[in-house]
């Protein structure tokens, strides 16, 4: 089976590299990697040529908003997870047309890339931003996921099916609160930036997106929105975890104070994590 990752050296794209590197669960014999940076690319076959004696992997330069060079990388592709996105609300805020030339238009182009090329099957990755919209970065990930799951209506028998994952910060991913906060500590900062103490926020570790992405590709119902149900923390008691005080700064209005994930689903009625969970994380570096 041939896989191609859009975004794939990011922190999710490697890990989810690295899953199909070691578990053969789905019989990876071709991984295309497509991403904008060569530099990260050079870094990321530096650290899974070890575990890649088959040569599996194939890295291809290219921007989501290039179609032609998508449908050149997903030639013979049978499964693509689309995870390149532009991801800072606050860059949002200010460069929101930006924002919709990757995460909306890029959705368009990977769609029509993947009906021409004949891939089978299409997962992307979205986050809790779109449920319930209030930032740039939120409502284009919103209308990604709609573009996404109406490409089913249009994409005829023998098309691609396409499929949505939708979650939350991934703990300790690239730009998350605790390895930004943890940068600060190391510098000598005494108290880090919160815009409320009381916000909550969900908890997923990598691994677990990385199983949702792979339960949503072998799903038989592709046509939806899958949703993980996960526990949630308050910044004020991740502070106190990691033993610093807060400089409150308040919430702006492209961030909200509580997160969801559906109706049901919020963070603020999500099962709250102990002090003690939060630190077993922290010690855990996951």
Known sequence: MKFLITGATGAFGTAFTRRLLTERDFAADRIALFSRGEFRQFLMHQELA???????LRFFIGDVRDRDRLRRAMEGIDIVVHAAALKRIEVGHYNPVEMVKTNVDGAINVIEAAQDAGVKRVVALSSDKAFHPVSPYGFSKAMAESIFLAAN???????????VCRYGNVWRSTGSVVPTWE????????EVPV?????????MRMDEAVDLVLRAIASPNLNKVHIPRLPAYRLADLADAMKVKMKITGLPAWEKMHEGMDFDNTSDRARRMTMKELEEALHEGT
Do not use: Q, S, V, Y
């Open 153 to 163: 209506n249009t994409t005829g028998w023998n098309g691609p099916k396409f499929a």
């Open 50 to 56: 070890p575990i890649d004696p088959d040569c599996m």
């Open 183 to 190: 940068a600060l500590i190391a510098k000598g900062a005494t």
């Open 195 to 203: 815009t409320h103490p009381e916000c909550t926020r969900f908890f």
